[in-house]
């Protein structure tokens, strides 16, 4: 039997589908490897003049004053720095969000928090920068501690912090409803109150959901770029307090791209080089956030 | 999880005694002089508008085996739910009538349900121990309840009254989850009795199991009688004739008829239990 004209039409029309979705597909990894093939060529050519040893690990970060140095300690430790604060403010704060939200919060509360979180997860992350700048650091940190200055790392901290809390509170809250519920009735009945519930059942069997929630945001943190440039300077220096500027490797790639550092030169270079280790840094982290994350969907089979 | 409890009769200051007397109605051949653990009297469960359970009354007896049958969807999980109060977190669920243990109304707002919890235990259908060593299963249990005595031997008795001793005292230390379901099963009832509760209630134990398996947990569910209450929900008729003392038969969320079990199941008085017994439906 010959087919009609209208099923002739209908398969052209499921083939060109195909490919419109096979094509956008393609865009992103075509994209995703340009990037990679860019920052590596780029990078490349800076370590033709620099070893990399010197800029894993020298102590003094000065690419654009004489002498020149590329030591990139510095501003990994002021990425640290930053990143780390952020989680010491996010871990309890979206740890506390999470549990509310599955175990404790009645579906009417949850249907209401659940989206105010997910606003301030879409709040411009240049409105944060700004809000420090602004508010944290002239109204609370230096008031709390005199000679803080203006621009700061726990500055950044507090925000980048307040930023990743609905990560946090989300991952978390999804790990922990996917807790049976069968766990759940089996501690209730016997005889445990909610808190007992869900912090020592609920939360140990979430606990690799937790965790990987965690290098999740801390992954965003190392890469969150506007808030940190705005909030936290731009004095690369190997320091741990918190209260003097610093500058992290995100932010001295704006520093440079919005200079006037000419293309080719071993200055310009330093950006792809740092773009570079900022890169594989997020994806080791994504990459252990997902071994964790496989090993607890593991855990009920 | 909200639970809106609403109890019609629960106020009044006299419904929280139960009286002595023996009520025809409820319990024809059950002598006065067993003592009622749990006391029903009219207790009606809603879900929203749907009334699962309606107007139950019965007693149910002290140091025995009481079994409540029927087919699926007759309430009859509701009901031993309500009794330790496992309901309460399903939205929207609310029940009138009253429910008594030992005298007192388990709904009254006085009554914490994580002290009942703790008298009344509960092992569910599907084996449920928790990501833990068994050693931990059994203790957890103990632990959060502020057990002071020595946790070695409340484990070890435990396991040895839930039979399962034998299978696992050289694996304590290993997660439950590498037990046979059966073998979890046994380690929850380890679990709920290492609270050492008045009643337990078994919500359809053997389900999930095996006929070896179910056959273990029988002669276990005969052993725990010396000890415990027990109720045991079971869709098994099979089941309730093997275990029981007395028999439930409930349908379309009513109690037909509660009777000694060689009653329901040799001479039954309503002509529904008859048909289900003798397997017309259900």
């Known amino acids: ?301 | 999880m909200v639970s809106q409890m609403q109890s019609d009769k629960l106020e009044s200051p006299r419904q929280g005694f139960d009286t002595p007397r023996f009520d025809p109605d409820v319990l024809p051949p059950l002598s006065p002089a067993l003592e009622t653990v749990i006391r029903a009297e009219t207790v009606t469960i809603r879900y929203g508008d749907f009334a699962a359970v309606r107007d139950v009354s019965l007693k149910i007896p002290d140091h025995h085996v009481t079994a409540i049958i029927g087919p699926s969807g007759c309430g009859k999980s509701t009901f031993l739910r309500a009794i330790n109060r496992m309901n309460d977190f399903i939205p929207q669920m609310s029940i009138s009538g009253s429910l008594l243990y030992r005298g007192e109304n388990i709904y009254r707002t006085r009554c914490d349900p994580v002290d009942l919890r703790r008298r009344i235990g509960m092992v569910f259908q599907k084996p449920n121990p928790f990501p833990k060593t068994i050693f931990k299963n059994v203790a957890w249990g103990a632990a959060i309840n502020g057990y002071r005595g020595n946790i070695d031997d409340l484990v070890e008795k435990s396991l040895r009254q839930a039979a399962i001793w034998d299978e696992v005292k050289d694996k304590l230390h290993q997660s439950a989850f590498a037990l046979s379901g059966g073998q979890q099963q046994r380690l929850c009832i380890a679990r709920a009795i290492a609270l050492q509760p008045d009643v337990l209630l078994m919500d359809e134990p053997c389900s999930a199991l095996d006929p070896i398996a179910t056959a273990l947990i029988e002669d276990l569910i005969d052993q725990l009688k010396k000890n415990f209450t027990v109720v045991l929900v079971t869709h098994n008729m099979q089941q309730a004739a093997r275990v029981s003392n007395f028999t439930a038969f409930m349908y379309m969320g009513e109690l037909i008829e509660f009777d000694k079990t060689d009653t329901i199941f040799t001479k039954p008085n309503k002509q529904r239990t008859q048909d289900y017994i003798t397997g017309r439906f259900g």
């Open chain 1, 1 to 301: 039997m010959q087919p009609t004209i209208g099923k002739k039409l209908t398969r052209a029309k499921e083939q060109a589908i195909l490919v419109c979705l096979f094509a956008c597909a393609l865009i992103s990894v075509v994209t995703t490897a340009s990037i990679i093939w860019i920052l590596s060529s780029e990078a490349f050519a800076f370590f033709q003049h620099v070893s990399p040893l010197a800029f894993l690990f020298g102590t003094r970060w000065a690419p654009l004053l004489e002498p020149k140095s590329f030591g990139v300690l510095p501003l990994i430790c002021g990425t640290v720095l930053v990143a780390g604060g952020a989680l010491l403010i996010a871990v309890p704060i979206g740890l506390g969000s999470g549990i509310f939200l599955s175990e404790y919060a009645p579906p009417r509360v949850r249907s209401i928090v659940k989206p105010i979180l997910e606003v301030l997860a879409g709040i411009p992350t240049v409105v944060y920068g700004y809000f420090a700048l602004v508010f944290i650091t002239p109204r609370i940190l230096q008031p709390l501690f005199p000679g803080t200055d203006i621009f700061n790392a726990a500055s950044a901290a507090i925000v980048v912090g307040i930023m990743i809390v609905p990560t946090i509170a989300s991952l978390c809250d999804d790990a922990f409803r996917a807790v049976p519920r069968s766990l759940r009735e089996g501690a209730y009945a016997l005889s445990a109150t909610r808190f007992e519930v869900s912090t020592r059942v609920v939360l140990p069997a979430g606990m690799s959901g937790v965790v990987a929630a965690i290098i999740l945001a801390f992954a965003r943190a190392i890469g969150e770029t506007m808030a940190v440039t705005l909030a936290a300077g731009a004095m690369a220096r190997l320091t741990i307090n918190p209260l003097v500027s610093i500058q992290t490797m995100t932010s001295y790639i704006v520093q440079v791209s919005l200079g006037d550092t000419p293309h080719g030169t071993i200055e310009y270079q330093t950006i792809f080089a740092v773009g570079m280790l900022l890169f594989l840094i997020t994806l080791m982290f994504n990459v252990l956030a997902q071994q964790v994350l496989k090993r607890f969907r593991e855990a009920y089979e």
